[in-house]
T-cell receptor, first 114, second 109 residues
Framework: DTEVTQTPKHLVMGMTNKKSLKCEQH?????MYWYKQKAKKPPELMFV???????INESVPSRFSPECPNSSLLNLHLHALQPEDSALYLC?????????????FGPGTRLTVT | GQQVMQIPQYQHVQEGEDFTTYCNSS?????IQWYKQRPGGHPVFLIQ?????EVKKQKRLTFQFGEAKKNSSLHITATQTTDVGTYFC?????????FGTGTRLTIIP
C-alpha cells in the first residue's frame, strides 16, 4: 500500500469553528508532514513529525495545531482561522524519519474559511 | 529560507516539442528531488539526484544535477498531453525544506 489518505476532501468552516484534518499512511513511514498550498504556488511546509515527535514547526500560527497520535496518523486541528488560511492542505510521509527521502503526498483537503 | 527559482515560470509547447525546466540555487546543495503536480492533483515524486554531474533518465525524462551542485534541470523529449502539470524541484541544503517556484507546462495538441 503506497497511499496516503486524507479526510475530508473538502471543508468549509467559519472563523469561529473548530475542525480537524486527518491523514493516514500504512507504509511504515516514520516522517509525516503538513503543507499548505495556495493556488499556483508551491507547497509550503508547515510541520514535520519524525518518529511521532514534532521536529520542524515553520513558525506556523497557533490557530493550527498538529498532532501525531501514532506512526500512521497525523492530524491538523484548526481553530479561529482567517479567510487567508483558505488553501489546499497536503499531508505527506517519507521513510526512516529523514526529510531527504522521497515524499508520498495525499490528495489534500481543500479548505475554505468563510 | 530563500526560495529556489525555477525558470521558466510557464511554458506552452506544441505536442511533440521538447521542454526543459531549470532549478537554480545560490548555495551548494546536498541533493535535489523533482516532483510533478497535475492540475487538481497532488505532487508526485519523480527522481532524486545526489552526485555532482549526475544524469538520470526515465523514458522521455532526463534529469541532471550540475557539477557544482547548485543547479538542476528536467528535460522532456517529445512532450505528450500526459506531461501537462507543474514541475517542482525540492532542493536540500542548509536552508529549510522549500520547494522551487515551479514551472507550469501546458501542451497544445
Amino acid at each position: 500500500d503506497t497511499e496516503v489518505t486524507q479526510t475530508p476532501k473538502h471543508l468549509v468552516m467559519g472563523m469561529t469553528n473548530k475542525k480537524s484534518l486527518k491523514c493516514e499512511q500504512h507504509m511504515g513511514h516514520r516522517a509525516m508532514y503538513w503543507y499548505k498550498q495556495k493556488a499556483k504556488k508551491p507547497p509550503e511546509l508547515m510541520f514535520v513529525y519524525s518518529y511521532e515527535k514534532l521536529s520542524i514547526n515553520e513558525s506556523v500560527p497557533s490557530r493550527f495545531s498538529p498532532e501525531c497520535p501514532n506512526s500512521s496518523l497525523l492530524n491538523l486541528h484548526l481553530h479561529a482561522l482567517q479567510p487567508e488560511d483558505s488553501a489546499l492542505y497536503l499531508c505527506a510521509s517519507s521513510q526512516e524519519g529523514r526529510v531527504s527521502y522521497e515524499q508520498y503526498f495525499g490528495p489534500g483537503t481543500r479548505l475554505t474559511v468563510t | 529560507g530563500q526560495q529556489v527559482m525555477q525558470i521558466p515560470q510557464y511554458q506552452h509547447v506544441q505536442e511533440g516539442e521538447d521542454f526543459t525546466t531549470y532549478c537554480n540555487s545560490s548555495t551548494t546543495l546536498s541533493n535535489i528531488q523533482w516532483y510533478k503536480q497535475r492540475p487538481g492533483g497532488h505532487p508526485v515524486f519523480l527522481i532524486q539526484l545526489v552526485k555532482s554531474g549526475e544524469v538520470k533518465k526515465q523514458k522521455r525524462l532526463t534529469f541532471q544535477f550540475g557539477e557544482a551542485k547548485k543547479n538542476s534541470s528536467l528535460h522532456i523529449t517529445a512532450t505528450q498531453t500526459t506531461d501537462v502539470g507543474t514541475y517542482f524541484c525540492l532542493p536540500f541544503g542548509n536552508e529549510k525544506l522549500t520547494f522551487g517556484t515551479g514551472t507550469r507546462l501546458t501542451i497544445i495538441p
